[in-house]
């Protein structure tokens, strides 16, 4: 059975001593829960300190970005090893806001995939249409291009530990998610992608979560949403008390469910 996945992605945003605040806040908050896994995603000069406070917890430590290099004349950038060294568990990759701000193409992104496998971290593939492309009828093409652009090549074991996260880029930091329908949909899509690569089995135990304006007054709605298995959240992370009731409500919404088939 799968647990249900909470990520909060701080994007650029706090000092160290705010990252201390915050941490020890959601860590005290979410004490011996286990009914969902919950990632922290600081910004790479927080890393450190967060994986100080997490280290004896249940909370992971997850990282935003990487290189796929290993190590290098790469002014700048960090590699998977570092990130491993430091603790992470997990590492986003693909989020729109790299793939419209930073030009990150779906060739970059694989390398990075395939770099964080070999280092043995979760990278967490983020993908997404813009609202031109919704409303062009085009979403579920574009996702599935962006899925199976990412995984090409990789072996069956190794997208078996990807989890996957969508995010419409209309509905990221927007105030505007996306409806349980629209939802439901595009996960089922992305499902039956893993279910033609991998087989039933492995494709139902693989994460699909939703990323977009998730926020405690509508996180019950999305942890109730048929193949939502967890958040990607992005400004509501940054409040203890906010972050802490949008896991209470999965784990509230999720408890005692039968996630198999
Ligand atoms: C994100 O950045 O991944 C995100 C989902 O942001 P927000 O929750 O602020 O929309």
Same mark, same amino acid.
């Given at each position: 059975m799968k647990t249900p996945l909470v990520v909060g992605n701080w994007k650029m945003h706090g000092s160290c001593?705010?990252?201390?605040?915050?941490? +020890?806040?959601?860590?005290? $908050?979410? !004490?011996?829960?286990?009914?969902?896994?919950v990632a922290l995603a600081p910004p790479f000069t927080a890393l450190s300190t967060v994986a100080t406070i997490l280290k004896r917890g249940?909370?992971?430590?997850?990282?935003?970005?990487?290189?796929?290099?290993?190590?290098g004349a790469f002014t700048g950038e960090i590699s998977p090893k570092m990130l491993?060294?430091?603790?992470?568990?997990?590492?986003?990759?693909?989020?729109?806001?790299?793939?419209h701000l930073f030009h990150e193409d779906n060739r970059t992104i694989a390398k990075k995939i395939a770099a964080l496998l070999r280092t043995e971290l979760g990278p967490i593939l983020c993908v997404g249409e813009t609202l031109k492309e919704r409303d062009k009828g085009t979403t579920v093409r574009v996702i599935s291009r962006q899925v199976l652009s990412a995984l090409? +090549?990789?072996?069956?074991? $190794?997208? !078996?530990?990807?989890?996957?996260a969508y995010e419409p880029v209309w509905a990221i930091g927007t105030g505007r998610n996306a409806n349980p329908d629209q939802i439901t949909?595009?996960?089922?899509?992305?499902?039956?992608?893993?279910k033609g690569l991998l087989g039933k089995a492995k494709a139902t135990n693989c994460r699909i979560l939703y990323g977009g304006s998730a926020r405690p007054?509508?996180?019950?709605?999305?942890?109730g949403t048929p193949e939502v298995d967890g958040l990607l959240v992005g400004g509501a992370s940054l409040r203890a008390e906010g972050?802490?009731?949008?896991?209470?409500?999965?784990?509230?919404?999720?408890?005692?469910?039968?996630?198999?088939?």
């Open positions: 001593a705010e990252a201390r605040t915050l941490t +020890g806040c959601i860590r005290q $908050g979410t !004490g011996a829960l286990r009914t969902v896994e249940n909370l992971r430590l997850a990282a935003q970005n990487v290189h796929w290099e290993e190590a491993r060294d430091l603790g992470c568990r997990y590492v986003i990759v693909g989020h729109s806001e790299r793939r090409k +090549g990789l072996p069956k074991n $190794g997208i !078996g530990k990807i989890t996957f949909h595009v996960h089922s899509r992305i499902r039956e992608i893993l007054e509508n996180a019950g709605e999305l942890a972050f802490l009731k949008i896991i209470r409500e999965f784990s509230r919404s999720w408890r005692g469910q039968s996630l198999e088939e």
